[in-house]
């Protein structure tokens, strides 16, 4: 049985201990706001928070999560938008959308370590998420005005 | 048995809802419909109830003469003011559901903050819904306004019958309102909607639409209509569709395209926790067109145990003639072949004649590989078969096409096929196949319950409908100031109409007007040709299509020409295009009348793209070098200027990107830019590093190690948009901005280091 909380609240799960988080996020608590997007940790379209910090939820399996603190895109802000993902509005980043939870993710734990990201701390940090639509301009532009607006 | 999801707001969330049912609960009995003559949506709503049970009024729904509207469109307007619109192409990225609803908001002078905009269920009497080809403003912006506008007047008419005044004293001011100019009066949209719908529709002819600088929505930039959804991570995408009692589906589909099961063992399958059973799906019968590939199908109540336990079949196959395709092997035969005289497509003067004489001749060869779409959403799709009914929930950008293929998979009619769109997490083409919905509703038919199939991404990469690999041969005879006398091009690639006829071998006519037929340069002797080449993998459409390996060709070519002539490269392309003046493409009579292909347009974009890049201010060598390359496709001009920095190892910075875009009135220039921006990122994955192959059959590839596409610390850093303010005719906006990428960065490599690319990707030429 492993324990974790997940937007927290408490929640347990007896299933297979290599289940990957992502799909007992999106299957068994219907949290599909994490996406699937390549299964090896390649993309980042899964990235959620553990413990404040970005992970791969394709590659963590269940039984590597006993006790910790999950955040999903659903559970990033209680009140309203999230200020990263207000810049993300402001900039218009998505095309298809379907990265950018990822992305956000990304960005949120970036700029929790690096609250003044440099390009190069910006490159390092989210050239692990694939926007096949080509919106990485964008996204360091919102990253940019995120820091901004939280400064 | 269909999870409805209200979002907070009361907004409609489009993923799981059955959305006919929802806007027969949306529409009040007075609300004011305006729609196709014999859309079901109108008929549904007519005969409906409201939420209450009551029934609608008869009289809330106008006469429809069919003469005064135009298919595709679909617009309510309730009592409390709130406007429907109902979007119904795919969205994907192209922002569809902000510019097309938009266009009618416009022409309506409605309030954008007031519209809701519904996702249309596929239906033939919407039109065509198939979003590819960039079409979608081009083809629906002058209906989508005249819509717009008969609702307005009909607005108007109603008040100024309320009112007892002359319709002329009435305006559409300043939104969402009529208003009376002699006595200060108003009424909104909302209270006018019943008396509206009452009002006969005006003929065409009485519309009065908006002059360009009326218009307070077309060509104003607006962000994306569910921005704040996708950034919530709301339910929208195919994948995160969930329906009560659904079970989960992960399909072994055979390695080799036509291959079939020759034994399964599932017993280790069957033991993993979860699977429930494992199914069998019919090889296709040849031509393969949108059948699915076959294979067999593990079925499990999460995603996770249907693909584990699809790891632990043992399979053995049959793999069938195709399973002798090498690439290497196949590269040396279409090089092979375009060296040889081919069919010709088209010839201008005698180009003969002119090579005959002797003079100096240039020439040169060109390769572009296979490329996967790999759009970030890998397909999926539910599907939910009762009886002679069926209901599919699925990413698509052909929603009718799902209609069809279900239903003659399945022998049914394709009226009892309900689709519903989601958004797409990306489609670039792939998405208009709709091979894995019809998987879905086969394995829904033999458990009799919900099937939802996820692919993942190695099935994305592996069982794609491949961009076709091209091998290109270029010659020119040159005069005594290097310009082309006559010029000679051939290209070989396996068609895209192979799917559709296993023994097609030549490209179509509308691949070859893809960059390949006529070439927009003042060349008085010239001949097209096209080789034969014989499919072995699915072939099949992706963003810009033939464009991409076409311009490449050309647009390097060029560049090569503008060497040996020891000029300036973008002087020299000024030179090729020559004075600005029509040019035959072999458009369709009508395209041609409304679309003429313009090079002073060409031109014209080129001088902005260069302008804005400074081009020639810099010396290029030692490493840094600016690239040209102009192409029309789609019907828009596009110019792009690429900087790149190439250091002693061979690795590849890029700096800056400067396009310029002539796409004639654009609906959403905000989202223009994002195409163009996107565009460079897409040329820059294909250009880079983007190669399928195979080995017996088999592709190589499986996941983005080893298709690697542009990540941010890869990708261009800046891309500079540059949009011509015209008023011609909307133009495409999706593709365009894909061919030129590649032959400019390529064009720039060679300024940079003196290296010529001739084969793509960079990874092949030893740069990374």
Redesign the interface.
């Known amino acids: 049985m492993v324990h974790l909380k997940v937007n927290g609240s408490a929640q347990t799960f007896d299933?297979?201990p290599?289940?990957?988080l992502l799909?007992y996020l999106?299957?068994?608590l219907?949290l599909?706001?994490?996406?699937?997007?390549?299964?090896?940790a390649?993309?980042g379209?899964c990235t959620v928070l553990e413990n404040g910090k970005a992970i791969r939820s394709c590659t963590t399996q269940m039984g590597q999560v006993e006790g910790r603190e999950i955040t999903?895109?659903?559970g990033i802000s209680a009140h309203g938008?999230h200020a990263v993902?207000k810049a993300?509005?402001e900039v218009?980043?998505?095309?298809?959308?379907?990265?950018?939870?990822g992305q956000?993710m990304q960005a949120i734990s970036l700029l929790s370590s690096k609250p003044h990201p440099t390009d190069g701390d910006?490159?390092?940090e989210?050239?692990?998420?694939?926007?096949?639509?080509?919106?990485?301009?964008?996204?360091?532009a919102a990253i940019k005005l995120a820091a901004k607006e939280r400064a | 048995m269909i999870t409805l999801e209200k979002s907070s707001e009361d907004k409609i969330v489009i993923v799981n809802v059955t959305r006919r049912s929802f806007l027969q609960g949306a529409l009040s009995a007075s609300a004011f419909v305006l729609c196709v003559g014999k859309s079901p949506l109108l008929a549904k709503a007519a005969t409906s109830t409201t939420p209450g049970g009551a029934p609608l009024t008869p009289g809330s729904v106008p006469t429809i003469d069919a003469t005064a509207f135009h298919p595709g469109v679909f617009l309510g307007i309730q009592p409390d003011g709130t406007v429907l619109i109902v979007a119904h192409r795919t969205?994907?990225?192209?922002?569809v559901r902000t510019s097309l609803p938009r266009i009618v908001a416009d022409e309506l002078d409605a309030d954008w903050s007031r519209v809701k905009v519904i996702q249309g269920d596929g239906d033939e009497r919407y039109g065509s819904q198939d979003t590819d080809g960039s079409h979608s403003v081009r083809e629906f912006f002058d209906p989508l306004r005249e819509t717009g506008a008969t609702a307005r007047l009909m607005l108007i008419r109603a008040a100024a019958q309320q009112w007892g005044v002359p319709e002329a004293q009435c305006v559409a001011d300043p939104v969402h309102v009529v208003s009376h100019k002699g006595s200060n009066r108003t009424l909104g949209y909302g209270e006018l909607a019943a008396l509206a719908a009452k009002q006969p529709v005006p003929r065409k002819e009485e519309l009065k639409l908006k002059s360009p600088s009326e218009w307070r929505y077309i060509g104003k930039p607006a962000?994306?209509y569910?921005?704040?959804d996708?950034?919530?991570?709301?339910?929208?995408?195919g994948?995160?569709v969930?329906i009560e009692g659904m079970l989960?589906a992960a399909i072994a589909h055979p390695p080799v395209l036509g291959g079939k099961v020759k034994s399964v063992d599932d017993s280790a399958a069957m033991k993993v926790?979860?699977v429930k059973q494992t199914i069998a799906i019919d090889p296709f019968t040849p031509p393969h067109q949108f059948q699915p590939l076959g294979g067999v199908a593990v079925i499990a109540d999460?995603?996770?145990?249907a693909?584990?336990g699809r790891d632990q079949l043992k399979i053995q196959w049959e793999n069938g003639a195709h399973a002798e395709y090498n690439s290497t092997e196949y590269k040396r035969q279409l090089q092979e072949t375009a060296r040889q005289p081919g069919k010709v497509v088209h010839t201008i003067g005698d180009p003969d004649a002119e090579f005959s004489k002797g003079g100096k001749v240039i020439e040169a060869e060109y390769y572009a590989p296979h490329l996967a779409h790999?759009?970030?959403?890998?397909p999926a799709a539910v599907a939910d078969v009762q009886g002679e009914k069926v209901v599919v929930w699925s990413p698509t950008q052909n929603p009718q096409g799902v209609q069809e293929e279900v239903a003659k998979k399945l022998g049914l009619k394709k009226e009892n096929i309900t689709c519903h769109v989601t958004?797409?997490?990306?489609?670039?083409g792939r998405k208009s196949k709709p091979d894995y919905a019809v998987e879905a509703a086969v394995l829904s038919k033999q458990t009799g319950k919900p099937v939802k199939v996820?692919w993942?991404?190695e099935d994305d990469i592996k069982f794609d409908y491949f961009h076709s690999v091209a091998a290109m041969y270029i010659k020119a005879a040159i005069d005594e100031k290097g310009m082309p006398k006559a010029w000679l091009q051939r290209s070989v690639f396996p068609p895209i109409s192979s799917t559709f006829d296993k023994d097609a071998v030549y490209g179509s006519d509308g691949e070859m007007s893809l960059g390949w037929n006529v070439i927009p340069f003042d060349v008085p002797n010239f001949r097209s040709e096209n080789g034969k080449a014989v499919n072995h993998v699915r072939i099949g459409w992706l963003r810009s299509v033939a464009n991409i390996y076409h311009a490449f060709a050309v647009q390097t070519f060029a560049n090569e020409l503008a060497y040996a002539a020891g000029r300036d490269p973008y002087d020299y392309l000024l030179a090729l295009i020559g004075p600005g003046h029509t040019i035959d493409v072999k458009q369709p009579p009508d395209v041609a009348t409304k679309y003429p292909y313009d090079t002073t347009r060409l031109r014209h974009v080129a001088e902005l793209a260069a302008n804005k890049a400074n081009w020639g201010k810099k010396k290029s060598g030692d490493g840094w070098g600016m690239g040209i390359a102009v192409h029309r496709s789609f019907l828009t001009y596009v110019a792009t200027v690429v900087e790149v920095e190439v250091d002693k190892g061979g690795a590849v910075r890029i700096p800056n990107v400067y396009t310029a875009v002539d796409a004639g009135i654009v609906a959403n220039p905000?989202m223009v830019r994002?195409?163009f921006?996107?565009?460079?990122?897409?040329g820059?994955?294909l250009a880079r590093t983007g190669e399928i192959t195979a080995t017996n059959g088999v592709i190589d590839q499986s996941?983005?190690?080893d298709y690697p596409?542009?990540?941010?610390?890869?990708?261009?850093?800046?891309?500079d948009v540059q949009i011509v303010e015209s008023t011609a005719p909307p133009a495409g906006v999706g593709e365009p901005g894909v061919p030129p990428f590649a032959p400019a960065l390529c064009n720039a490599i060679y300024a940079a280091t003196g290296k010529r690319v001739r084969e793509l990707p960079l990874t092949r030429n030893g740069f990374a």
């Open positions: 299933g297979d290599e289940m990957p799909w999106r299957d068994i219907g599909t706001g994490t996406k699937f997007g390549c299964g090896m390649l993309c379209s999903t895109i659903e938008p993902q993300w509005a218009n980043v998505p095309q298809c959308g379907y990265c950018q939870t956000i910006i490159d390092d989210m050239s692990g998420n694939i926007c096949r639509c080509g919106t990485y301009q964008r996204i360091r | 969205e994907m990225g192209n922002g962000p994306g569910d921005v704040t996708v950034c919530a991570g709301k339910p929208l995408f994948m995160d969930r989960f926790k979860g999460n995603t996770w145990s693909l584990k790999a759009s970030m959403e890998p958004f797409l997490g990306g489609g670039f996820v993942s991404r905000d994002s195409q921006q996107g565009a460079a990122v897409f820059t994955s996941n983005f190690h596409v542009a990540r941010m610390n890869d990708a261009p850093v800046s891309v």
